[in-house]
Structure formats: structure tokens, C-alpha cells
């Protein structure tokens, strides 16, 4: 309940008994109904009617019954409009995926749907573009698109493009880089360089710094204003992620102002810190 107060407001005869019934005569098994009863109670909050035609489509869609992944596409179609859905697959495509692909993630993780279409579009734009991934590679881990961008990937990702550069790495895995705890990573790319683990960690805690500093900016919806010194760079809501990070990690911005779109508001204005020389192997 502490996931879905919702369901209290609902009589159990008029919304879970029958959907439980439709996933039962369709072959769900009572243990992933239950798991998914508290780990995606949202799944139930759908009419009966709607839960039925959900069940169908994803059957068509090839998800089995009898798995767990079912029900998590059920929370996922549950979650999201069609036509939602169809502008998502459609962004996707700029960055080169097929509709087969978008299914194939799809059906390898759906939750990664949920995900808002501009924090999927920035995350993509990161890798693809900055990193140099080839998109092909997120639809074998979808997931990732679930990261925070100002946590892990940005940090992460930078980090690894300075030790790439200065042929402390030879080459950059998604799954090493992004898929691993926090323990893991510092262990695979700090401590194994045992003669330059302590500058290697010092230069990934300026990139945790550095990340930390776009709480304030809304990357789609605002105006951002990078002044240097006596210039202004101005980044337009039209202009990629990409290019505001490229603009900010000139050593002269020394702060960026905030500004609401379409107005001369400042949402924010936010100090970064000025970083060492970065370390060279």
C-alpha cells in the first residue's frame, strides 16, 4: 500500500479481483502476480476492460505468461499512452534504432519506456555522441537509460574518456563502465593502476564535481547562460546536452546563470569549483 496508496481508494471486487482472474486464466503464475502486487501495484490500477486488452497486446507482442517479465511489460503499457509510446519509438530512430530494435529492448527491459523522452534523448545524445557507443549497444541494455545522468554516466563517462586519452584504458565497455556498484568501479579502474590510484581517484571526484552542478539545469526547458568572464556563451533549448557540457568545462566559466525559457526569470545560478591540473599517466 506504502507503493500505491491509490488502491485503497479502490474495491478490491471491482478492480483486483478481476484483473488477478484475467492473469490467472491467461496462465500467470500466483507467485508473479504476487511479487509484482508489491513491486508494481500501479499494474492493477487499470480497469478491467483496459487490463484485458493490455493482456492481449502483450501477448501478441511475444511476452509469455508464464514468465515475470511479463507482468513487468504490463506495468510498463500500463504506465504509458499509445501515442506516447509511438513518439518515443520515433525519437529512438534518430539515433539510428529500428522499430525491431526498440521491440527488442522492449522485450529485454520494459521498463526502460517509462523512462522521459528527454531524459532517454539526453542520455543517448551522451553516449552516442560524446562517448562514441554505437546506439546498437543501449538496446542490448536498456536499462541504462534508467541511470542518473548526474551520478553515474556523466561522471563515469567522462572520467573514462580521460583515462582512454592518456592510455591508462585501451578501450571503453558499456558494461564494466556503467553496468557495475560503486565499488566495482572504483576496484576495475582505480585501484588495479595501484602506481596512479590515488591521482586517478582524485581526477574521478572533480568529475563527480563537475556532474553535480546541472541539478540546476533543466537541459530542454531553460535558457542557460555560461558567462566567462566578460562574454556570454548563450545555449539555446534547441541545443544538445552535449553542448553545454562542452561549454562548461572551459576553464574560464567560472559560474553559470539559469534562466527560465521565454522569460528573463533566473532559476539558479551556480558556482563551480575550480579543478587541478588533471592528471597525466
Not at 507503493?3 to 478492480?15: F, Q, S, T, V, W
Request: charged residues 25%; proline residues 5%; positive net charge.
Amino acid at each position: 500500500m506504502k507503493r500505491c496508496p491509490r488502491l485503497m481508494g479502490y474495491n478490491p471486487c471491482d478492480i483486483l479481483s478481476p484483473n488477478i482472474n484475467t492473469l490467472l486464466d491467461n496462465g500467470v503464475a500466483e507467485c508473479n502476480i504476487a511479487s509484482a502486487l508489491c513491486s508494481m501495484p500501479l499494474t492493477f490500477v487499470t480497469s478491467p476492460d483496459k487490463f484485458k486488452v493490455n493482456v492481449e497486446e502483450a501477448k501478441e507482442m511475444g511476452f509469455d505468461p508464464s514468465k515475470p517479465i511479463f507482468m513487468a511489460a504490463l506495468f510498463a503499457m500500463s504506465g504509458i499512452s499509445k501515442p506516447t509510446f509511438k513518439s518515443k519509438i520515433e525519437a529512438f530512430k534518430k539515433f539510428g534504432w529500428t522499430e525491431e530494435e526498440v521491440s527488442e529492448a522492449f522485450h529485454r527491459y520494459p521498463k526502460f519506456m517509462l523512462v522521459s523522452k528527454d531524459k532517454s534523448m539526453v542520455t543517448m545524445d551522451f553516449l552516442v555522441n560524446k562517448m562514441g557507443f554505437p546506439s546498437s549497444v543501449i538496446v542490448k541494455r536498456p536499462r541504462i537509460l534508467e541511470m542518473s545522468m548526474e551520478n553515474r554516466i556523466v561522471p563515469r563517462g567522462l572520467f573514462a574518456i580521460d583515462l582512454l586519452s592518456k592510455g591508462v584504458i585501451k578501450c571503453i565497455n558499456v558494461q564494466p563502465l556503467l553496468g557495475t556498484t560503486d565499488r566495482l568501479f572504483v576496484e576495475k579502474f582505480i585501484n588495479r593502476h595501484k602506481a596512479e590510484a590515488s591521482q586517478l581517484l582524485k581526477l574521478y571526484h572533480e568529475k563527480l564535481d563537475l556532474s553535480k552542478n546541472w541539478r540546476l539545469i533543466h537541459w530542454w526547458k531553460t535558457i542557460i547562460v555560461l558567462i566567462v568572464e566578460r562574454a556570454c556563451f548563450l545555449i539555446w533549448r534547441t541545443d544538445s546536452w552535449l553542448k553545454v557540457m562542452e561549454q562548461s568545462v572551459n576553464p574560464g566559466v567560472r559560474r553559470l546563470v539559469v534562466l527560465g525559457a521565454g522569460s528573463n526569470r533566473v532559476d539558479g545560478i551556480s558556482r563551480l569549483p575550480t579543478f587541478s591540473a588533471s592528471y597525466s599517466a
